[in-house]
């Protein structure tokens, strides 16, 4: 057998961001288990180009049509496919040669590539959390309608895949860690006063922006409460979110006759990646490994939801279910970018989500179409609020 048709071809929704270049450096290592056979961008049409000319997809798209004619006279000696636009994502993880989809796209821009690979019966790999958080009732009706797999790729989410590995008793309670970001031991009034690029050094994890931002508020692990649910079937208060600043303990699980599974491991994103590439084996990598005797201590505290309101909100829309998650996440995803932008400040960011929450339509059954008006409300009550709030 040939074994060039032996390697899986993936294809990487978002291969420029964080998630996707460390997904390249997997498949980088593992050459001869891995293909990059689709590469997607946003805007960084740069990289893009860079990472065509070195991993030489079939096909490579840019969703801002803006680029598109520059992307095409940089690869136009190459026989690489090139694309424009966000139908085109939708297009290409539905193509024959596709194994499996990496959906490391950031926010809502998610869910449509990730329907149309589940439609075409592609395997997920899911590190997009904003798609279970926005839709994973219909996520999960649809992975169960044409029999697709979702792979976890967010750190906490593949530990509590791996901790489920090989067990058959139900679940008791996920324990799910969270660093606490940088301003973890910031009082009020010090987060009044936060910049952006303060919030922007995250002391364990390197990350991109949108969500360094998030897990600086916490939303970040607000919207992975609500992943949780949906990706492992538990009821919200069977999710205890802990804050772990070391970063370590990548999340738990507790049976039901008390014991509790974690794993862990150096906070390394390649290590989820790998395993949701080439599950159920486990590859050798060059990573760095784990020093027991460097580890001098190990911390774990509650969360404290009243500076940190963004965790609480998500909570609240989790239990209020229907379009409400939706929602908090357009806003997010408006405030986040404001806040980097210096539109409005760190404080700011959660008392124009909850307004948001307050003044959107709520729908308890929404539909696909439901939820792309939702957004789209959502979005522009939360724009006009910061204008308001400025």
């Known amino acids: 057998m040939n074994k060039e048709k032996t390697k899986k071809q993936i294809a990487i929704l978002g291969s420029t961001g964080s998630i996707g270049t460390q997904a390249l450096q997997v498949i980088a290592e593992h050459a001869d288990c891995f293909e990059a056979r689709v590469l997607t961008a946003n805007n960084s049409v740069d990289l893009l180009i860079q990472q065509a000319r070195r991993f030489m997809p079939a096909a490579v798209v840019i969703a801002n049509e803006a680029h598109y004619d520059r992307l095409c006279d940089a690869l136009a000696d190459l026989p690489i496919q090139v694309y424009a636009g966000p139908e085109a994502l939708c297009q290409v993880v539905q193509s024959d040669g596709v194994d499996m989809v990496l959906t490391a796209m950031v926010g809502f821009a998610g869910l449509a590539p990730t329907i149309a690979a589940i439609r075409a019966r592609k395997p997920i790999a899911l590190a997009n959390k904003e798609t279970m958080v ?22 906490e989410h593949s530990a509590i895949f791996q ?5 058959q008793s139900p679940i008791e309670r996920i324990i799910l860690t969270a660093s606490g970001g940088p301003f973890r031991t910031f009082s009020q009034a010090e987060l009044a006063t936060v910049t952006p690029q303060q919030a922007l050094h995250h002391p364990n994890w390197d990350m991109g922006a949108k969500i360094t931002i998030d897990s600086a508020t916490m939303m970040n692990k607000g919207f992975e409460v609500i992943e949780a649910r949906w990706l492992f079937g538990v009821r919200p208060e ?7 600043p070391q970063s370590v303990v990548h ?7 008390g014991a509790v599974k974690a794993q862990l491991g150096v906070p390394d994103m390649r290590v989820p990646i790998q395993l949701a590439f080439s599950f159920p084996q486990r590859l050798q990598s060059s990573f760095d490994r784990l020093e027991w005797w460097h580890m001098n201590a190990l911390t774990f505290e509650a969360p404290d939801t009243t500076r940190f309101r963004c965790l609480a909100l998500a909570y609240e829309a989790l239990a209020q279910g229907g379009n409400m998650p939706c929602i908090v996440n357009a806003a997010n995803e408006i405030v986040n970018r404001a806040f980097l932008e210096g539109r409005c400040q760190f404080l700011q960011m959660s008392d124009i989500i909850e307004f948001t929450m307050q003044r959107a339509t709520f729908i308890a059954k929404p539909s696909y179409e439901d939820y792309l008006r939702t957004d789209a409300e959502a979005r522009a009550i939360a724009i006009e609020k910061v204008k308001s709030d400025k």
């Open 134 to 155: 926005v839709a994973g009732q219909l996520i999960n009706d649809l992975c169960h309608q044409y029999e697709v797999p979702i792979l976890p790729v967010d750190s």
């Open 163 to 167: 901790c489920l590995m090989g067990e």
């Open 238 to 244: 069977q999710i205890q979110v802990v804050v772990h």
């Open 251 to 257: 999340s738990a699980v507790q049976f039901a006759d």
